[in-house]
Nanobody, 128 residues
Framework: QVQLVESGGGLVQAGGSLRLSCAASGGTFSGYRMGWFRQDPGKEREFVAA????????DYAEFVKGRFTISRVNAKNTVYLQMNSLEPEDTAVYYC?????????????????????WGQGTQVTVSS
């Protein structure tokens, strides 16, 4: 099973940018569908973005509104989430997730249940 480690979180002012990274190890990264989710305390984990193994299929949550970009570099075993125009409502712990069991067409890429590996999360705080 792949191990995932997120980095790049922090404190930023509203309107600022952050780039999250998720480094994978212990598996064949190019075979994984990857996703980013976020979670506030007391709330359910929320879908942010997903990308298929090649980067040819991408999905975003509606609230992203063109502000975030997911990408991956298989040669570096890394998936990224570039976040621009951040809003205080974007404050959350951001999690990277991977799944090797279900292809893009057979999975609900927006459901946490369709990912079988998770990172420990990285805190993103956006001040107003």
């Amino acid at each position: 099973q792949v191990q995932l480690v997120e980095s790049g979180g922090g404190l930023v002012q509203a309107g600022g940018s952050l780039r999250l990274s998720c480094a994978a190890s212990g598996g064949t990264f190019s075979g994984y569908r990857m996703g980013w989710f976020r979670q506030d305390p007391g709330k359910e984990r929320e879908f942010v973005a997903a990308i298929n193994w090649s980067g040819g299929r991408i999905d975003y949550a509606e609230f992203v509104k063109g502000r975030f970009t997911i990408s991956r570099v298989n040669a570096k075993n890394t998936v990224y989430l570039q976040m621009n125009s951040l809003e205080p409502e974007d404050t959350a712990v951001y999690y990277c997730a991977a799944d090797s069991l279900r292809g893009w067409a057979s999975a609900n890429v927006r459901s946490p249940r369709d990912y079988n590996s998770w990172g420990q999360g990285t805190q993103v705080t956006v001040s107003s």
